[in-house]
């Protein structure tokens, strides 16, 4: 056995394939480490590796990882026998329009100047040889127009050489390159850049960069160049080259039988394919669909060679393998003056005059509207408007890109107290740069809320009678978020995850969240606190079991729970508190007005909903994390209808009866899986049973029960169950650590002394379901990721909201 885990390990010895008689070789926590070396394929002895935390591993690829030990040994054994070092990369090409990029290109490639080379519009793919070194890059020529910037983040990736191209005759203000900068750094904070400084023979560059170095540490040289006369070309050249030698793809071995697949789509001449077709290809040389679609597919797309969305149902089935025929389509969108003129209403009779004819003067076959939309709609880029007319098809979509900076409706100053009779919640966003396009994707990501008010860095929204506000101020830096209603919170996590799973694009991204302080309660009448503080001080604080935080303005200690409610899951324990309090009321005061009954029980409402979504995003997470995903709330029955005796709890037979997780309303599906199990079963599922009971009895019942309260068919259907679940809570022996008084405002109190027990009990419940369910079918149930990130198991009807709505071609014939 050799143990090698932890180690930062960038590469593994070759000589450890002299080792024959290993059998056991732990390389797990490596995780800078890239390559495991071929040798290793010839250990015969070797039944063991492990690979758990080497996130960075390129080869073997992750599916022959998963395959256990014996396949990774095989393709190494491939790799060795006939596997082709791939000498190849990708250099993006950016800067402001009109700063010489496509000249620059033609310079490196030792083509002749053109002083009336036509403006590049979308993207231009191309390839750079270093015959000498046997090096193949492919170059992505960026328009630099702004309206294309909106698609060429989506672009912009890990693992590339970028060359940021500046006109010194403009001057560095012009050429904007903080922004260039800024935007890389976002995208691909660790991905080297070149800062190349065109027109050099009419001006010399006049920047100081040891400066911007300092600042931007991923830039590694200055190149002024001519792109007329060749001045600097040969030192830019072997930069180039230096720099691409170093990046993680290149040097890389392949097997022959991957070479071969792509040089087949090389050949392909249609701008794209279906993903039939890929994969037979694929097939032809002996590719797994699996790797085809998985690994390959990512390392082509990475190298610029297709873009396949196979997560999409309806661009699962196109593979395009010029990904610039893509842009070029979205961009007529983009700077149509129609839908400009109609502040961003894109109207579907239009698409036939939009999308005639591409570049080369081919018609766009109208079957390609659709896919272009759902494009679009995949980049966030715009959203088909409500269902119109007695058809049920949408015949516009809103380009947020394009509405008006002005806001359609005056807006109050935001406001520092809520209406009477109501409840605030607000957060704000501190960057250091301000992520281009977060508020239009963040329009796009919400329309189910809209109130048809938006502009372009703000929209008003609306749900369950709450009310929202989200603004974007570029010069100040900033992104508020306003909720305010009578119990805002769910609304506002809603919100709130969506942002931030938006601002999780941005790998770079430095910023701060800031909540404003609650001084001020203590004293009735008195002002709002014009001081905020910092979200993740309070997080640092809750966890440190500080209780409260001291106003810099007022020096009052301000509890830091309250800080939090509901915004944050460490609060959820008191939310419960809440919810149950309020359910007492709701019951015991038969008297109150009709009035305050709805506010109390919309107030529970969205309490219980809120903890069913926090329930959600950390257990159906941690599933993800533990490669066991599957539905995992539920409730059990007694199987048989005997007298219900504790002491034979374990000889009964029960059905296990799965839950659609839908926030506002879980409910059970289909009819069950029987559970006989034995004792020790129970006993490692047991550490999940506690949650389930949890879930059960704060989420489901006041969730459903709500408007006719706790009549008998509710009773029948969630209290007898829950009732089977606590017993068995407690006639099997725990294996959950106790916690105490202090630990119990924690999201997940047991979690962190407990995550190995949680983690086997959903281990065991996963392959339950798997022997149970062999076709994986679960009632129905399918895995749902809404617009905030959230992963839930819904029935077909609640998940139906969530999917693409598909363009109908009859409304725009």
């Known amino acids: 056995r050799l143990d090698l885990s932890e180690n930062q390990l960038r590469e593994v010895p070759a000589e450890i394939g002299k080792l024959q008689q290993l059998r056991e070789l732990n390389l797990s926590d490596n995780r800078q480490l890239r390559r495991l070396p071929v040798e290793l394929g010839n250990l015969e002895m070797l039944d063991d590796i492990g690979l758990r935390g080497t996130d960075e591993l390129l080869m073997p690829p992750p599916e022959i990882v998963e395959q256990g030990t014996s396949a990774i040994r095989s393709f190494l054994r491939e790799l060795q026998a006939d596997g082709k070092e791939r000498r190849e990369a990708k250099v993006m090409v950016i800067g ?105 023979d009419e001006r010399a560059p006049d920047l100081n960069y040891q400066q911007y170095q300092q600042t931007y540490k991923q830039l590694v040289g200055l190149f002024p160049v001519s792109n007329r006369d060749g001045t600097g070309i040969d030192a830019l050249k072997s930069a180039i080259l230096e720099q691409a030698e170093k990046l993680p793809l290149v040097g890389q071995l392949w097997p022959q ?45 990475e190298l610029g060679k297709l873009m396949y969305f196979g997560d999409d149902m309806i661009l699962r089935n196109l593979v395009v393998l010029k990904p610039n025929w893509i842009t070029k389509a979205i961009s007529f969108v983009l700077t149509d003056e129609a839908v400009r003129q109609a502040s961003g209403i894109l109207k579907h009779e239009d698409l036939p005059r939009i999308w005639a004819r591409d570049d080369e003067g081919n018609e766009y076959e109208p079957h390609l509207y659709p896919i272009f939309l759902r494009l679009m709609e995949r980049f966030d880029l715009s ?44 957060m704000v966003y501190r960057f250091e740069v301000v992520p281009p396009g977060v508020m239009s994707r963040f329009i796009v990501r919400t329309h189910r809320y809209t109130r048809g008010l938006h502009w372009r860095d703000g929209v008003l929204l609306e749900h369950d009678g709450h009310q929202a506000r989200a603004e974007l101020n570029p010069m100040a830096r900033e992104l ?149 995903e599957c539905p995992n709330v539920f409730y059990l029955t007694c199987g048989d209808r005997r007298w219900w005796n504790p002491k034979d709890w374990v000889s009964r037979e029960y059905r296990l009866i799965l839950l659609c997780q839908h926030p506002s309303g879980p409910h059970p599906i289909g009819e069950g899986y029987p559970v006989r199990e034995a004792k020790e079963w129970w006993q490692k599922v047991n550490p999940w049973l506690h949650y389930v009971v949890q879930f059960l009895r704060h989420g489901v019942p006041l969730g459903q029960a ?31 650590p106790q916690y105490d008084e202090l630990e119990r405002g924690l999201p997940d109190p047991h979690f962190m002394r407990a995550e190995p027990a949680v983690g086997a009990a959903l281990r065991a419940l996963h392959s339950f379901l798997k022997v149970a369910d062999p076709s994986c079918e679960w009632g129905g149930l399918a895995k749902t990721i809404t617009p905030d990130g959230n992963i839930f198991w819904l029935c077909p009807e609640h998940r139906r909201q969530y999917e693409p709505r598909l363009l109908v071609l009859d409304a725009i014939q």
């Open 96 to 200: 402001e329009g009109g700063t010489g990029k496509t000249s620059l290109l033609r310079a490196l490639r030792a083509e002749a100047f053109e002083a009336q080379s036509a403006t590049t519009h979308g993207i231009r793919v191309e390839q750079l040889v270093f015959p000498e070194s046997s090096l193949t890059l492919n170059t992505w020529d960026f328009g630099g127009q702004h309206i294309y910037h909106a698609t060429h983040q989506f672009f912009l990736s890990r693992r590339t050489l970028y060359l940021l191209v500046w006109n010194a005759r403009v001057g560095v203000e012009q050429s904007r390159l903080d922004y260039w900068l800024d935007l890389i750094q976002l995208h691909a904070p660790d991905s080297p850049v070149l800062l190349v400084a065109t027109h050099t």
């Open 257 to 301: 039988r991957w070479t071969q697949f792509e040089q087949s789509l090389q050949k392909a001449k249609p701008h794209h394919i279906s993903a039939e077709k890929y994969c037979n290809i694929a097939r032809a040389h002996g590719i797994k669909r699996i790797i085809a679609q998985g690994t390959l597919g990512t390392y082509l797309h």
């Open 383 to 426: 959203y088909q408007l409500e269902i119109e007319g007695r058809d049920n098809v949408s015949t516009k979509s809103l380009v947020p890109q394009l509405l008006p900076f002005e806001p359609p409706v005056k807006l109050d100053p935001w406001p520092t107290s809520p209406p009477d009779g109501l409840s605030q919640v607000e």
């Open 480 to 628: 508020r978020l306003l909720v305010w209603g009578i119990a805002p919170h769910n609304f506002f996590v809603i919100l709130k995850a969506t942002i931030e799973q938006i601002l999780s694009d941005f790998k770079g991204l430095k910023m701060r969240r800031e909540v404003p302080c609650i001084c001020h309660w203590k004293q009735p009448g008195a002002q709002p606190c014009p001081r905020y503080h910092r979200y993740e001080d309070l997080e640092r604080r809750w966890k440190a079991k500080r209780a409260t935080v001291e106003c810099p303005e007022s020096f009052e200690e301000v509890s830091v729970s309250q800080l939090l409610y509901g915004i944050h899951p460490s609060t959820d324990e008191l939310i419960m508190h809440d919810l149950l309090k309020g359910q007492k009321q709701l019951l015991r005061d038969v008297h109150a007005s009709r009035e305050e009954t709805r506010q109390l029980r919309e107030q529970l409402k969205q309490m219980a909903e809120l903890l069913n979504r926090n329930f959600a995003r950390q257990w159906n997470f941690k599933m993800k994390q533990l490669e066991a």
């Open 706 to 736: 709500l408007g006719a309260l706790y009549n008998e068919q509710m009773q029948e259907t969630y209290e007898k169950p829950l009732a089977v679940l606590e017993e068995l809570v407690s006639l099997i022996p725990s294996t959950l």
